[in-house]
């Protein structure tokens, strides 16, 4: 299963925009030796979520689903907020980000990469 969005996958996100702040959902499955990889990616990535106005809203680990039950399996969670679509484009079109990227893809199973925007 695919953890990486494709350029098509960017383009429809950009072409989708209403304007204003979006608030990125992942949810993350490791593989079995995942969660020192993403912790690698998460202390890697602060500096580009700075240069982009981007900041981590909650990052958690998943326990008890509720609904449905036994649940499909989520390892963690993770609430990111850029000020613009274009910020997280801009972010993940970065060269050097690029570079850390394997980091995030080798540490997933399976991942959900979900834009937000706030009710009202």
Same mark, same amino acid.
């Given at each position: 299963?695919?953890?990486?969005? *494709? ?17 990125? %959902? ?37 326990? *008890? ?39 995030? *893809?080798?540490? %997933? ?6 834009? *937000?925007?706030?009710?009202?």
């Amino acid at each position: 299963m695919a953890v990486d969005p *494709t350029g098509s996958d960017l383009k429809r996100y950009l072409a989708e925009d209403e304007g204003g702040e979006v608030v990125m %959902l992942n949810l993350l499955r490791f593989t079995a030796d995942g969660r020192d990889s993403y912790a690698a990616y998460a202390r890697e990535i602060k500096p580009f979520l700075a240069k982009v106005g981007g900041s981590i809203v909650y990052a958690g680990e998943c326990g *008890t689903s509720l609904v449905p039950a036994g649940g499909s399996g989520w390892d963690a969670v993770l609430l990111v907020r850029y000020p613009s679509r274009a910020a997280f484009s801009q972010m993940v079109a970065d060269p050097e980000y690029q570079q850390i990227t394997h980091l995030r *893809t080798e540490a %997933l199973e399976e991942a959900v990469l979900q834009a *937000t925007s706030p009710w009202g």
